[in-house]
Each structure stands twice: as structure tokens, then as C-alpha cells.
């Protein structure tokens, strides 16, 4: 045993002696390595290797050099915590077991290896650019990063979903995938297009109540659970986005959801069902208001093995919006929630936007003990470092890491990925640095895109720049910016209290009353909640129109901070032979920050242009302290 670890010893130390370009994430010397590798090293240091039925199936506990495990994946989550102890600071005693069952990245990568809302490259999963040995090399690379977080489950396809990947060559794929990710703990799942059985021309139509299509739901399940005894279940977007569904044929989303779930009940599997749903039923309502007018009035209808995925906010993964009200609606539904990891308004892996912040912010208004599982809509791509910006690497890691523990801080998390990915992080200026940029990004990327509540006024179809004219007669109403800030003359904001589309009436108190008066709405929901006058005096003393200017000037102010900071710290990554991995931050940083100007003037000249007021100058406290002292210490 010592002389195969001595061996292994050796390839990791020659393969350290190039500067990591990302690939091996936060793993570094660990990515190659297997379960009984990581065993073999730490019983090989003297540590003792038991399962103990007693603990929870995928908890563990460490005790001195003693190591127990609810199973073998629970020894493996312990084997990585080691290592997070060990890359992270001194080794300490812990008994842990996540807070959530349910542990997923949902993947929106389509048959054709191209992913929606992907910007890392390729699919791992459906790439035909690769050789077989190089595809399930990167497919364990894959599960080792989960399961070095606790991620227990991967949905492989894209919610908008193709019904071939129900067919007998794609689920041979889906088989070969998960007998990859099977060791590492991680389950598979598929997303369905709910009119499979029609479109294959197995039936005639997709009624989830007529007899055929019962059937070959159920035959397809039995297909799969042949080929995958533990497999996961099925995620499902219907009727929404011109996604076929039940409502088509006069049904409810319950007996679509259960004639599904009872197809998967024999096998142990789930049904992970979409509340992101609109245009449907409620067509002309507010946007942000027609999930709960689709599903309240079905709660406590659903199957025990369907759960309601629903999205943080009531919109669309925008960079700040309010909890959405959904999860004070269905009191009798097992529920999860969806994030977007993926950063299609943050930026778009070309903006350093730590989204750790945003996650807590949701579950301090939404408690994770009402929810069974979380579901992360994924980041990752062939590309060589798997997330295009090295920094965004940290989002998939926070997912992971949140999703286990909750509890724990944005900031602690950031700085634990600072210390297992980087180097440089034993310098003090860089981790205190780092740290501090990670954890106001996501407040900076708020205020240069829509600050004061503000959303969705992002140009047509990619979400990346500023589009706060966009306006096109034939797209529906609810996809044209100017439809959610309303801008007039007079003022701006979308009036959702009770003077307005009475949005504010689907939320629990004390917040339904909070958002509802002007007066004590938090200024971050301001214009979410309310359309005011230009010249509205805030509780700062300062007008609307002043403070709108003021953010998105501070916003861009930041990111350029960012990048002197970044600057600053050159001379350490040309010590540790990683300069290549400082310099693609920089251009990134430079990329941020004239996108970042570019949403600040778009956004201020258009809504000046219709209030024609003057644009306060730039004088910008950003509250950011820049060292500037030896930052080789």
C-alpha cells in the first residue's frame, strides 16, 4: 500500500510542478483521484475507516484519527471534508449530514452537445468531439467535483427537453454516464418532453389520462429502470414556453405530474415538476403572479413522489428580485427550490459575480427546512477550466456546498474556494482581497444592471447587455423590457401593491404589508413593487432619480476597483508560475468592467431622455479599501 501511495505521490507532485490553468477546480492534487485512492491515502495517515449504521446513510463523523460513514458514501464525503480541512486550515473534529435529500445540477445541455445558457463550451455529456476514454475521463473528473461538495444528482438534458433522449440509443448513453457517477454518489435523472409518447409516434396524444400514453409511460419507465436500477426520476417543463403539458388537453398539472410519478412509484423514483410556468392559463396576467395562480388552488393534489421546483424569484433568475411567493402558497406540496448557477443575467461567465450572497439572501426569507431538495441549474462546459471564468467555479462550488449546509456564510465558503483553488491565497492581501471582492460582486452586478428593483432589461435573447427601449410588436408583451420598467414622463417602476396588480397580496405577512406601503418597502425592491415620481425623496434624503444615477455609477466604480486590485497582485501569480491564469482574470475584469460602463450609460441616457433631468457627476464613495503596501508578505 505505501508504495502504490508513494507512486501516486510522485505523478501528483510532477503534474503540480506546471501552474493549474482551473481544470483540476478546487481539487487540485485530488481531482485523479478515486474513493479507494482518497481511503487508501488517509488510512495510510494513520486515519480508521468504519461504516456506522447509526448516522444518517450520507453523514459522517470525524473523531481525532477516527472516520465513520452512514455507507460508503458517506466515507467519501468525510474523505473530501479531510481534504477541505487540510487545504483549509488544521484538522478538526465534525459530524455533518446535509440538510437536503435532494442534491442536484440540473444540466440544460441539448443532444446536439450545445448547451442554453451555457458559456464554458460544449456538453460534457452529449460532446461527439471526443474519443470514448477521454469522454468518461472528463464524465469522473465531473462526478469527483460533486461529490466533492455532497452533489448527490445530475439531470443530463435540457428542461426544454427532446423526446429522443427517451430513445433506446440515448438511454444507452444515459446508462454509460451513470455507471460513471454511480461510485461517487451522484444519481442520474433526465428531463422529458411531456408529449414524448405523441412525438414519437407511439400515440396518438399526450392526454395523461387517456390509457395509451399511461402505458407507455410505464413501459418507458420499466426500459429504464432495467438499464439504470438506481436511477433518479424525471424533471419536467410543461405548458410553459410552448412546451407541450397536460393543460393542453383540458387537464391539471396534478394529473399530469402523478401520471408520471405513479409510472416511477414502483422504482423508487421522483418527479421534479416546474412551477415556471406562464402564458398558460393565466395569459395577461402578471408575470411574476401566474405561478401561484396556476398551481395554489392544486396543492396538497400532488403525488408523495412529485415535487414542485420552483425558481428563487418570481420571475427569472434576475440579480435581485424578491422571494418568490410561490413558497407561501403551497402549504401541502413537498417543494425545492431552482437557482440558476449558470450566469445568464449575472454576466455570463465574463463577469466575477460570486452569487453566495444571493443564495442566502433567499434562504433568509424562505426556510430550508420547508424545502426537501435544491436544484441548481449547472455551469459547466468542455471548456478546459469547465466554467470559462476561473471565478466562476466558485458558484458551483457555493451550490454544492449551501445545498449540504445552508447555514453556513457566503464569505466563509468564498474563502475556503479562495485557499483550495488558488495558490496565491497564502498571501494575506490576496485571500482578504479576494474575499472582499467576491462578496460585494453580486451587490456591484445589482447596481450597474437594474439597482433600486429595477429587472429584465436585458437586450433580446442572450440577457448579456442593456436594452431599456426594447420594444418588438411581435414578441409577447412579458419579454420586452419596457413592459417591466414602465418608464414615463412622470416616473418609473412596475406597480405590483395593491393600487396596482396587487402582486404584494400572494406573499405571507409581514411582507405583504411591508411591500405593499412605499414607505417601508426596502429600497432593493423599490421599483419592483411600486412606480414613483422621479423626484419621490427617499429616506436618505436624496431623490429617486439622484440615487438611480448614484448606484449605477457605484456599481461601475467597483468594478474597476476590481481590476487595480487585480493589478496589484500580478507579482504574486508571476511567483507561483501562474500568470497565464492572472492575465485571463484581467481581460475578463476589463471585459466586466466596459460592459459595466455600458449598462450604466445606456440605462441613465434612455431613462434621461424621457425625464430630461441633469445626471448627477461621478462622485463615488464605493466603501472599498485598496492596499497598497508589499503584497508579497
Same mark, same amino acid.
Not at 456591484?444 to 418588438?472: N, Q, S, T
Not at 405571507?508 to 411591508?514: A, F, M
Not at 466586466?592 to 460592459?595: D, E, F, M, T, Y
Not at 434612455?606 to 457627476?617: A, C, G, L, T, V
Given at each position: 500500500?505505501?508504495?502504490?501511495?508513494?507512486?501516486?505521490?510522485?505523478?501528483?507532485?510532477?503534474?503540480?510542478?506546471?501552474?493549474?490553468?482551473?481544470?483540476?477546480?478546487?481539487?487540485?492534487d485530488?481531482? *485523479?483521484?478515486?474513493?479507494?485512492? =482518497?481511503?487508501?491515502?488517509?488510512?495510510?495517515?494513520?486515519?480508521d &475507516?468504519?461504516?456506522?449504521?447509526? =448516522?444518517?446513510?450520507?453523514?459522517?463523523?470525524?473523531?481525532?484519527?477516527?472516520?465513520?460513514?452512514?455507507?460508503?458514501?458517506?466515507?467519501?464525503?468525510?474523505?473530501?471534508?479531510?481534504?477541505?480541512?487540510?487545504?483549509?486550515?488544521?484538522?478538526?473534529?465534525?459530524?455533518s449530514?446535509?440538510?437536503?435529500?435532494?442534491?442536484?445540477?440540473?444540466?440544460?445541455?441539448?443532444? #446536439?452537445?450545445?448547451?442554453?445558457?451555457?458559456?464554458?463550451?460544449?456538453?460534457?455529456?452529449?460532446?461527439?468531439?471526443?474519443?470514448?476514454?477521454d469522454?468518461?475521463?472528463?464524465i469522473?473528473?465531473?462526478?469527483?467535483?460533486?461529490?466533492?461538495?455532497?452533489i448527490?444528482?445530475?439531470?443530463?438534458?435540457?428542461?426544454?427537453?427532446n423526446?429522443?433522449?427517451?430513445?433506446?440509443?440515448?438511454?444507452?448513453?444515459?446508462?454509460?454516464?451513470? $455507471?460513471?457517477?454511480?461510485?461517487?454518489?451522484?444519481r442520474?435523472?433526465?428531463?422529458?418532453?411531456?408529449?414524448?409518447?405523441?412525438?414519437?409516434?407511439?400515440?396518438?396524444?399526450? $392526454?395523461? =389520462?387517456?390509457?395509451?400514453?399511461?402505458?407507455?409511460?410505464?413501459?418507458?419507465?420499466?426500459?429504464?429502470?432495467?438499464?439504470?436500477?438506481?436511477?433518479?426520476?424525471f424533471?419536467?417543463?410543461?405548458?410553459?414556453?410552448?412546451?407541450?403539458?397536460?393543460?393542453?388537453?383540458?387537464?391539471?398539472?396534478?394529473?399530469?405530474?402523478?401520471?408520471?410519478?405513479?409510472? =416511477?412509484?414502483?422504482?423508487?423514483?421522483?418527479? !421534479?415538476?416546474?412551477?415556471?410556468?406562464?402564458?398558460s392559463?393565466?395569459?395577461?396576467?402578471?408575470?411574476? !403572479?401566474?405561478?401561484?395562480?396556476? /398551481?395554489?388552488?392544486?396543492?396538497?393534489?400532488?403525488?408523495?413522489?412529485?415535487?414542485?421546483?420552483?425558481? *428563487?424569484?418570481?420571475l427569472?433568475?434576475?440579480?435581485?428580485?424578491? &422571494?418568490?411567493?410561490?413558497?407561501?402558497?403551497?402549504k401541502?406540496?413537498?417543494?425545492?427550490?431552482?437557482?440558476?448557477?449558470?450566469?445568464?443575467?449575472?454576466?455570463?461567465?465574463?463577469?466575477?459575480?460570486?452569487?453566495?450572497?444571493?443564495?442566502?439572501?433567499?434562504?433568509?426569507?424562505?426556510?430550508?427546512?420547508?424545502?426537501?431538495?435544491?436544484?441548481g441549474?449547472?455551469?459547466?462546459?468542455?471548456?478546459? *477550466?469547465?466554467?470559462?471564468?476561473? /471565478?466562476?467555479?466558485?458558484?458551483?462550488?457555493?451550490?454544492g456546498r449551501?445545498?449540504?449546509?445552508?447555514?453556513?456564510?457566503?464569505?466563509?465558503?468564498?474563502?475556503?474556494?479562495?485557499r483550495?483553488?488558488?495558490?496565491?491565497?497564502s498571501?494575506?492581501?490576496?485571500?482578504?482581497?479576494?474575499?472582499?471582492?467576491?462578496?460585494k460582486?453580486?451587490?456591484?452586478?445589482?447596481?450597474?444592471? !437594474?439597482?433600486?428593483?429595477?429587472?429584465?432589461?436585458?437586450?433580446?435573447?442572450?440577457?448579456?447587455?442593456?436594452?431599456?427601449?426594447?420594444?418588438?410588436?411581435?414578441y409577447?408583451?412579458?419579454?420586452?423590457?419596457?413592459?417591466?420598467?414602465?418608464?414615463?414622463?412622470?416616473?418609473?417602476?412596475?406597480?405590483?401593491?395593491?393600487?396596482?396588480?396587487?402582486?404584494?397580496?400572494?406573499?405571507?405577512?409581514?411582507?405583504?404589508?411591508?411591500y405593499?406601503n412605499?414607505?417601508?418597502?426596502?429600497?432593493?425592491?423599490?421599483?419592483?413593487?411600486?412606480?414613483?415620481?422621479? #423626484?419621490?425623496?427617499?429616506?436618505?434624503?436624496?431623490?429617486?432619480?439622484?440615487?438611480?444615477?448614484?448606484y449605477?455609477?457605484?456599481?461601475?466604480?467597483?468594478?474597476?476597483?476590481?481590476? /487595480?486590485?487585480?493589478?496589484?497582485m500580478?507579482?504574486?501569480?508571476?511567483?507561483?508560475?501562474?500568470?497565464?491564469?492572472?492575465?485571463?482574470?484581467?481581460?475578463?475584469?476589463?471585459d466586466?468592467?466596459?460592459?459595466a460602463?455600458?449598462?450604466? #450609460?445606456?440605462?441613465?441616457?434612455?431613462?434621461?431622455?424621457?425625464?430630461?433631468?441633469?445626471?448627477?457627476?461621478?462622485?463615488?464613495?464605493?466603501?472599498?479599501?485598496?492596499?497598497?503596501?508589499?503584497?508579497?508578505?
Open positions: 500500500m505505501r508504495r502504490i501511495l508513494l507512486t501516486l505521490a510522485l505523478a501528483v507532485s510532477a503534474f503540480s510542478a506546471y501552474a493549474d490553468d482551473g481544470h483540476t477546480l478546487w481539487l487540485g485530488f481531482m *485523479n483521484w478515486d474513493p479507494e485512492q =482518497l481511503r487508501m491515502y488517509w488510512q495510510a495517515d494513520s486515519f &475507516y468504519a461504516i456506522d449504521e447509526s =448516522l444518517p446513510k450520507e453523514g459522517f463523523s470525524i473523531k481525532g484519527k477516527i472516520i465513520r460513514g452512514g455507507s460508503d458514501t458517506g466515507l467519501l464525503y468525510a474523505s473530501y471534508e479531510l481534504m477541505r480541512q487540510k487545504k483549509t486550515g488544521k484538522l478538526h473534529d465534525v459530524e449530514a446535509p440538510a437536503f435529500r435532494y442534491r442536484v445540477l440540473d444540466h440544460w445541455d441539448n443532444l #446536439d452537445g450545445s448547451i442554453e445558457r451555457g458559456y464554458a463550451g460544449k456538453s460534457i455529456f452529449w460532446s461527439t468531439s471526443l474519443e470514448y476514454d469522454w468518461a475521463k472528463r469522473e473528473e465531473y462526478a469527483r467535483a460533486n461529490a466533492s461538495v455532497g448527490n444528482g445530475a439531470v443530463l438534458n435540457n428542461v426544454n427537453a423526446p429522443k433522449v427517451l430513445t433506446a440509443a440515448y438511454l444507452d448513453t444515459v446508462k454509460a454516464i451513470a $455507471d460513471i457517477l454511480r461510485p461517487y454518489g451522484v442520474t435523472y433526465l428531463a422529458v418532453n411531456f408529449g414524448s409518447p405523441k412525438a414519437l409516434g407511439a400515440t396518438t396524444t399526450a $392526454d395523461p =389520462l387517456d390509457s395509451t400514453v399511461i402505458k407507455w409511460w410505464r413501459d418507458k419507465a420499466k426500459e429504464i429502470y432495467a438499464l439504470i436500477p438506481d436511477f433518479g426520476g424533471l419536467v417543463k410543461a405548458n410553459s414556453e410552448g412546451q407541450p403539458g397536460p393543460v393542453d388537453y383540458g387537464r391539471t398539472h396534478a394529473d399530469g405530474a402523478n401520471m408520471l410519478a405513479d409510472a =416511477l412509484k414502483p422504482y423508487g423514483g421522483i418527479v !421534479m415538476w416546474r412551477s415556471f410556468v406562464y402564458g392559463k393565466h395569459k395577461g396576467e402578471d408575470r411574476v !403572479m401566474q405561478a401561484v395562480s396556476e /398551481f395554489k388552488d392544486l396543492d396538497g393534489q400532488f403525488r408523495d413522489n412529485v415535487v414542485l421546483q420552483s425558481k *428563487n424569484g418570481p427569472d433568475f434576475q440579480p435581485r428580485e424578491p &422571494y418568490a411567493p410561490i413558497f407561501d402558497n403551497m401541502n406540496t413537498t417543494q425545492w427550490v431552482e437557482f440558476q448557477v449558470t450566469q445568464e443575467y449575472t454576466g455570463q461567465a465574463k463577469h466575477l459575480v460570486y452569487l453566495g450572497p444571493m443564495w442566502k439572501e433567499f434562504f433568509s426569507f424562505v426556510s430550508p427546512s420547508t424545502l426537501k431538495g435544491v436544484a441549474v449547472s455551469n459547466v462546459g468542455n471548456d478546459q *477550466n469547465w466554467t470559462a471564468h476561473p /471565478f466562476s467555479q466558485a458558484n458551483w462550488y457555493a451550490f449551501l445545498a449540504w449546509n445552508p447555514g453556513l456564510s457566503s464569505r466563509s465558503i468564498a474563502q475556503e474556494w479562495l483550495m483553488t488558488f495558490d496565491e491565497s498571501n494575506r492581501y490576496f485571500l482578504d482581497s479576494m474575499t472582499g471582492i467576491m462578496e460582486s453580486r451587490e456591484a452586478c445589482v447596481d450597474y444592471m !437594474m439597482p433600486l428593483g429595477l429587472h429584465h432589461i436585458f437586450k433580446f435573447d442572450h440577457h448579456y447587455g442593456p436594452e431599456p427601449d426594447g420594444f418588438r410588436a411581435d409577447p408583451i412579458e419579454w420586452c423590457p419596457v413592459y417591466y420598467h414602465k418608464a414615463d414622463s412622470l416616473g418609473i417602476g412596475f406597480d405590483r401593491s395593491s393600487k396596482g396588480t396587487d402582486a404584494v397580496s400572494q406573499y405571507r405577512e409581514p411582507y405583504r404589508s411591508i405593499n412605499v414607505e417601508t418597502c426596502p429600497d432593493r425592491y423599490l421599483l419592483w413593487f411600486h412606480h414613483l415620481p422621479w #423626484d419621490y425623496k427617499m429616506k436618505d434624503g436624496r431623490t429617486l432619480w439622484e440615487n438611480l444615477c448614484r449605477y455609477q457605484r456599481g461601475t466604480k467597483l468594478v474597476e476597483t476590481y481590476l /487595480f486590485s487585480w493589478k496589484l500580478h507579482s504574486l501569480f508571476t511567483d507561483n508560475n501562474d500568470e497565464d491564469r492572472w492575465e485571463l482574470v484581467e481581460r475578463l475584469l476589463m466586466q468592467l466596459g460592459n460602463t455600458e449598462w450604466k #450609460d445606456t440605462c441613465l441616457q434612455y431613462f434621461q431622455s424621457i425625464n430630461h433631468k441633469e445626471i448627477p457627476p461621478e462622485r463615488i464613495e464605493t466603501g472599498v479599501q485598496i492596499a497598497t503596501g508589499d503584497h508579497n508578505r
